[in-house]
């Protein structure tokens, strides 16, 4: 089986910096995208930022030019770093990868993942 683990959430004043990390473990051939998605209390699930293996990268609107993300392949980690956060990027944070996966090499797949969710408040 593959998990997904999330650290680095927490309660942050408006303007200031966190690093989200998330850590892929188990039987790992390959990681093709990774991504961070957000729910905000009555909201849907929508995607934060994603990156593929080859390192390119996607953003909402909503973030642009405030949150990078990055990947250590060797580590099989995605990083969300957030700046200048705001009151309305309050949300569980979830890490989503894209894994292939199986007990042996005749009979790997792709799987989807999703971690358990980190929280992320936002307030003064």
């Known amino acids: 089986q593959v998990q997904l683990v999330e650290s680095g959430g927490g309660l942050v004043q408006p303007g200031r910096s966190l690093r989200l990390s998330c850590a892929a473990s188990g039987i790992i051939f390959s990681i093709d995208d990774m991504g961070w998605y957000r729910q905000a209390p009555g909201k849907e699930r929508e995607s934060v930022a994603t990156?593929?293996?080859?390192?390119?990268?996607n953003y909402a609107d909503s973030v642009k030019g405030r949150f990078t993300i990055s990947r250590d392949n060797a580590k099989n980690t995605v990083y969300l770093q957030m700046n200048s956060l705001e009151a309305e990027d309050t949300a569980v944070y979830y890490c989503?990868?894209?894994?292939?996966?199986?007990?042996?090499?005749?009979?790997?797949?792709?799987?989807?993942?999703w971690g358990q969710g980190t929280l992320v408040t936002v307030s003064s």
């Open positions: 989503n990868a894209d894994v292939l996966s199986g007990s042996s090499w005749i009979s790997k797949r792709y799987l989807e993942v």
């Open positions: 990156i593929t293996s080859g390192g390119s990268t």
